[in-house]
Structures are given as structure tokens and as C-alpha cells.
């Protein structure tokens, strides 16, 4: 099955991440990212996919998050998994829970992994994914990972999709590129959004950074 991007303006451009596929999500400060994850986290719950999260931090604030941003309509326990780890060598067994996989940050989770490792991680994860139709979302911190890291990941991604936020004269810019998708395009443009901690706005007018 395949998970729809339910962010109204994207939804336009990236409609649905296809089931069985593995897309990065990454950014510098902005906490886009991790909204954006828990949207699509979110999406899948009201689908009825078994939702796993592999993170690097306390998973409490993780399920208040998406308790509060779900609404009453998403119930405390019982349809979430979360897995605290400081580190990871292999992924495979997540992958082979179906549904929707998470990991946040896996660019910190795989700090001291060579770029052979890397590969042979993702490659194992590819298998496992495509064997149960597991959508893995991939949230990465830029510039954590070395050249020879960053070029694995996102070679061995199907998807990339990028948060950037940048200083301008009238404030902080914030816009997101989309390099690769799932389906095989891509998207040579800056997509401008705006994101208050609480909702993200997409803003498809034509502007020049």
C-alpha cells in the first residue's frame, strides 16, 4: 500500500510515498523534519498500519507530541512501538514489522558506522522492506554524516526530501527541495513553507531566493 503525503500544496507536487520504499528526510535546526515524520506517522495510524519508531531520544516526548498533534482521536497506547537506542548496526528486524518504520535520527544512530556497514544496513533494510511493504522514513540531521556517508544513504534512498532554512532580509527563509522520489522524479525548484511549531504551510508562488 502507499502512504499519502497529507500536507496540503505538497500533496500536489508528492502525493503519496509508495509502500515498500525508503525515504530520507532531512534538515539542519529547523524541527520541520520531525513534525513532518510524525504527520506521516499519524496518516498511517488512521490507516490502520502498525507504526514503529527506532529514536535517539526519550520516546515520552515522542508520544506526547503525537497525542497532541493527533487529536482525541488517536489513543494513548497500543498503536505505537518505540525503540530508545544510542546506536544502531542493523535494521532488518524493524523493517520486517510492516506498516510504517520511523528512525529519528538515524544519521546520529549511525554516527560511527563505516560507509560498507552503511551500505550493507540499507541493503538489508531495502530486502526487508520490500518483502513486507514497510514505508521506512529516514530522518536525518545535515552535515552529521561525513561525504562517503551522506553519498550511501542517499544513493540507497528512493526518496530525499530536503527542509532547509536560511536568514533573509525580511526573517528566516524556509524552504524544502525534493532531488529524488519514490516514483522516480524529481523536483528542480526551492518549495517555500512556513511552519509555526504546529502546522506547516506550503507556499507554491514562484520566488527567487
Known sequence: MNL???VPGLDTIVPQIDGSRIVVVESGADSAKSFFVRRLA???HRLGWPVTFVISRDQQELRAQLGTEGGEGVPADGWLQVHERDAVQELQEYGEMGGLLAIDSFSFLTLNLPG???ALMLRDLRRAARSRGTVVLLATDRGMFGSQGEAVVNHLADGLIQFHAREAAEGISRFLRIPKWTDGKFVDRNIYY????????IDLRSRVL
Open 4 to 6: 499519502p503525503v497529507e
Open 194 to 201: 512556513e511552519f509555526d511549531g504546529r502546522r506547516l504551510a
Open 116 to 118: 560498507s556497514e552503511l
Open 42 to 44: 499519524l496518516t498511517a
